[in-house]
């Protein structure tokens, strides 16, 4: 069955630098979601959006922004980057009301 | 502010060895909890969800179990392969389908051949 797809699996940026993270969902899920993971720590909710529009927002940083566009997938955009942006962002998807399912994430290094 | 706290952090067992996962969770409404595994470098794969206390799943070797402060993980004659870390999510009532998960830190299960 197909999965949540995000790119790049790894990415590489220096600080006070930009990224774009890409996040396409399962066919005919019309949620997303980001979170953001530590090492040795739990998922943290950043922001979701249903059928285009946010729909719950996080600890989302004000230097991050999202959106989703109209074939559902999603970019989580990152500015002025910091050493401690470093770590794994997942996205997830889901049909209305349905259990939430995970891409496997792109690994942040920020140096 | 929902809680969710997960015990043990780390639980070493020997093949075929049963034990329980606990999950607690504090919050003002539920939708529903959430069970995921997750192994390194990867995200988190969807196990169960539980809506309502008394409710169980099962898969496999694992059931879930939920009462109105807790849910329980139970593994039963345990392989190598369930080796990962067990994670706890809730989700709270909304109108809207986009609503998070909050998750505990998860327990970290080895199976020891």
């Known amino acids: 069955a197909a999965g949540v797809i995000q790119s790049p699996r790894h990415l590489i940026k220096e600080k006070r630098e930009t990224a774009t993270l890409k996040c396409y969902p399962i066919p005919r899920h019309d949620t997303v979601y980001w979170y953001q993971q530590g090492p040795g720590q739990d998922p943290q909710f950043l922001i979701s959006f249903y059928e285009k529009m946010q729909s719950d927002k996080g600890s989302i940083p004000d230097r991050f922004s999202a959106q989703q566009f109209s074939d559902y997938h999603s970019e989580l955009n990152m500015s002025s980057l910091e050493l401690g942006d470093s770590a794994l962002y997942f996205c997830a998807s889901s049909l209305p009301n349905q259990p939430q399912h995970f891409g496997d994430g792109t690994r942040l290094s920020i140096l | 502010e929902d809680q969710v706290t997960q015990s043990p952090e780390a639980l070493r067992l020997q093949e075929g060895e049963s034990s329980s996962l606990n999950c607690s969770y504090t919050v003002s409404g539920l939708r529903g909890l959430f069970w995921y595994r997750q192994d390194p470098g990867k995200g988190p794969e969807f196990l169960f969800t539980?809506?309502?206390a008394g409710e169980e799943k099962e898969k496999e070797r694992l059931k879930a179990t939920l009462t109105k402060k807790e849910s329980f993980l139970h593994i039963t004659a345990p392989k190598p392969e369930d080796s990962a870390t067990y994670l706890c999510?809730?989700?709270?009532?909304?109108?809207?389908?986009?609503?998070?998960?909050?998750f505990g830190e998860g327990t970290q299960l080895t199976v020891n051949p």
């Open positions: 999510a809730v989700q709270p009532p909304g109108g809207t389908s986009g609503s998070r998960l909050t």
């Open positions: 539980l809506y309502s």
